[in-house]
């Protein structure tokens, strides 16, 4: 494949299934790709992770060219790589991918690279083991416990335990027929009390 083709005529050509059109297109086109990522950062990623970002951007650029929209392909090319960069950087960005880009390695080190232990070993070894403290712990819980409910209404107590087990403020007004803001003084009040 020649690589005095035009832009136009390479994306023809490689719709046609002339996979050396496609390459040619990837590769007169690799550097504007590199100089649309370095003004990107993706969290918990490399450079190179990126980059090829840019290049799925200008593949697809390459796949869905329509020379009735667009009057050059350079201009839909740039379009499609920064969108895929700047789609890629909201994925890695949001709240649901965050355990997963800030992971942590049971199997690390805990202190210093030649340090045997890990992560791993140092959580396993912090469970209690001895009956004696499993009963002491439990007594202490049964403790606290009472004297929380000794100092809250039912109804502050109720809210309470709703509102440990991860219930929304919303969930809870519909669980126990009240408003939400009924639940909001609650607990606020909980808050309060020593």
């Known amino acids: 494949m020649s690589n005095s083709c035009t832009d136009e005529e390479l994306v023809k050509y490689s719709r046609e299934g002339i996979k050396e059109a496609t390459e040619v297109l990837l590769n007169r086109y690799q550097n504007l790709v590199k100089a649309k990522c370095r003004m990107y950062f993706l969290i918990g990623a490399e450079k190179d992770d990126i980059y090829q970002e840019g290049m799925i951007g200008l593949f697809k650029a390459v796949r869905d060219f329509d020379e009735s929209k667009y009057p050059t392909f350079k201009l839909f090319a740039e379009l499609c790589i920064t969108r895929q960069v700047i789609t890629a ?106």
């Open 89 to 194: 950087i909201k994925t890695a960005s949001r709240q649901k991918h965050i355990p997963l880009n800030t992971y942590i390695s049971l199997n690390k080190p805990v202190y210093e690279e030649n340090d045997e232990r890990t992560l791993l070993d140092t959580i396993a070894n912090s469970f209690i083991s001895d009956p004696e403290e499993v009963m002491i712990t439990k007594e202490e819980f049964e403790n606290a416990l009472n004297i929380i409910t000794g100092c809250l209404r039912p109804f502050e107590y109720k809210v309470l335990n709703l509102y440990l087990e991860g219930r929304s403020y919303q969930e809870i007004a519909e669980m126990i027929h009240k408003d939400v803001k009924s639940i909001d003084n609650a607990l606020q009040r909980v808050k309060k009390k020593d």
